[in-house]
DNA sequence: TTTGTTGATGAACACGTTTTCATTTTGTGA
DNA sequence: TCACAAAATGAAAACGTGTTCATCAACAAA
């Protein structure tokens, strides 16, 4: 129960087969064609006579034919299968991403294959040995200590992986080394618009509610803070350590106020820790927001517009950056030796309850 | 981008075989054995001598090999895939649900294969189609208007299929015919907690805030409260149509006051729900919770003890949920012809601040 | 030593597709 | 009608594995 079972300790005891999906070999005898016929059939580049065509998949409907994928696989080198390792399909905003990665990927015919990676970000070997073993055509990351060279030693065929670090997904094939297509965000547009929106409102002191230490978005956005700051002449942020959670962010508000000196604004790096953050305000220490502090978040989920909340949070676009994604992914398959591409996304302030 | 390009459009370009991963003819040449040895090594249940397995293993690391799924689903007619559908993933409660499925999962050899069905809880059956094709061990439906059967008829294997209501799985196999395994949820227990506790408060009027429409779960709900409230000499409650969603609880809880003739206590059919009328109530018609209405939700989703919220709400077990589950699955799929299952789950309530 | 039993071994087959290639059919212009 | 290109067709090979079956070695019991 706790440890992986996989690759040396599967049950490979034969399933029974007695009601066996249709084969193509049946299609074919029932439809009077050949096998190949069938083949091509469901193949809509391949050449074949069209009223031919019809009544094979006519004959396929009626025996609920459906091509093995396995034994596609298994010929043509591709799965159809993307895989995506995530270490919390819980929080808000890996699951947006995961629901409409998926529903993205849907439309081209791929099919997500999910794993679980450990909480703290990182990776059991045995995870990626395993996930190796149904062949991915694309593996997407959003753990963000495993780095796309140490990926590529276990996918040794030429497997574009992304690896989302909520900011940046890297692409790195076996092929071209240390080169990666590229999806960038850029920060500092809504970190920018936050500021200034708070230096408007006369904030001094602002704290930075971290991340997971381990994260590089983490890294990103409090580097671009302190920049932003810094070329307004601002004081530099107190930095609270943090790990993404509701509750450690509650705990750490309540520190900064009670054994700390207290802030004027709060940035948080992600809306759930400013969720956090606001709660401990309001309701531990009897502080009003946006009155007396003022609260930004990250992400802008679904949550930041709950009434309790009305988070005031930068946003980065969801769709964009999935569409973004998915092209580069399918870009990539199409030309795996292709000069690696870079897309950049933007945010932006989504301006709500918390500030002013 | 609109409909799928599953079954019949899709691209089967060759790909790139370059860097072709390691197969058991090379790992049992480098080990001087043959192909045989290689599998056997790989299935502890075969026969093969200790020393020799250990030098195939070794071998097989230093080349980086894994059997190749695919292959192995082929001839062995176990994919270790098991299905999903679910319409939408960011959904709290859903979200959790698969988080926990797929650790469980993970642990005992199999991937978790997403689909994501329409957000009306309906699914395109081409999708059920497609997924066909990846011929997954089993299936899990988080769609609760596709019945087993209907199931049943597009996956021809026999196949374990669970359909959750949110509060009841179901088993159909081809073989079994209208015989199901079942994982019921016991609503009583927590609804009957939860209407001791509002009577002894007082409470007289109480609104029935409900989930989708096509949703067991939500009727199952709809009609034990009613049950309950009978029993105890209470006036039956005022029902609201709603679709799980905060938006719209939001609304209804508003027209509920505001055209409506309010109420002293409002039961969601689920957490995000009962949050949507918390806001509506505090934030718009200036009203106090507990104090001016009471409000009590399902599911006991993380954000529930969020302070903001702090809600009372009747919990499901998701951990014994899907422990019992995933027995199933494993038992099912070990006996396929052995008499049906039944396994049934308690509900309990969570005291905390929005009722008293 | 002989017999019987158990465990280890590899050749051949099976799984359900796609693809290659040589062949046949169809269509088009002179 | 003929010649030629283009499209359509099927036989056979390939993909990487697990399993069956007959064989072989080893070892214990008679």
Not at 178 to 193: A, F, H, M, P, S
Request: charged share 25%; aromatic share 8%.
């Amino acid at each position: 129960m706790n440890t992986f079972s996989f690759c040396d300790g599967l049950m490979n005891d034969r399933a029974d087969k007695k009601a066996a999906r249709a084969t193509a070999d049946q299609v074919a005898r029932e439809a009077n064609v050949s096998r190949v016929a069938v083949s091509r059939a469901f193949n809509p580049n391949a050449s074949l006579k069209p009223e031919k065509r019809d009544r094979i998949l006519q004959v396929a409907r009626e025996l609920n034919y459906t091509p093995d994928m396995a034994a596609r696989s298994l010929v043509t080198g591709r799965s159809h299968l993307v895989g995506m390792i995530v270490p919390d399909v819980c929080s808000p905003w890996e699951s947006q991403e995961i629901d409409a990665l998926t529903t993205a990927l849907q439309a081209e015919g791929f099919a997500t294959l999910l794993f679980k990676a450990k909480a703290d970000f990182s990776m059991d070997p045995r995870l990626l040995t395993y996930m190796r073993g149904f062949n991915p055509d694309s593996v997407i990351a959003f753990t963000e200590n495993i780095l796309p060279d140490v990926l590529c030693g276990f996918l040794d065929r030429a497997v574009p992986i992304y690896v989302i670090y909520d900011d940046v997904a890297q692409f790195a094939g076996a092929a071209s080394g240390t080169l990666y297509d590229r999806l960038l965000v850029r920060q500092k547009n809504g970190i920018e618009q936050a500021v200034a929106l708070l230096q408007g409102y006369g904030v001094r002191r602002i704290a930075y509610l971290g991340g997971k230490a381990q994260s590089l978005a983490n890294a990103e956005r409090e580097r671009t803070l302190k920049e932003t700051l810094a070329e307004r002449g601002m004081d530099a942020p107190i930095v609270l350590a943090g790990d993404y959670t509701y509750d450690t962010a509650f705990r750490a508000t309540l520190d900064l106020f009670r054994i700390g000196e207290g802030a004027d604004a709060i940035f948080a790096a992600n809306d759930v820790g400013a969720f956090g953050a606001i709660d401990a305000l309001r309701h531990e220490l009897g502080l009003s927001v946006p009155e007396d502090v003022k609260v930004v978040g990250f992400d802008d989920i679904p949550q930041a517009h709950w009434k309790s909340y009305n988070l005031t949070t930068v946003r980065i676009d969801l769709e964009e950056r999935v569409r973004a994604l998915v092209r580069l992914i399918l870009m990539r398959l199409r030309a795996p030796d292709a000069t690696p591409f870079t897309e950049t996304l933007n945010t932006r302030l989504i301006v709500r309850g918390t500030v002013g």
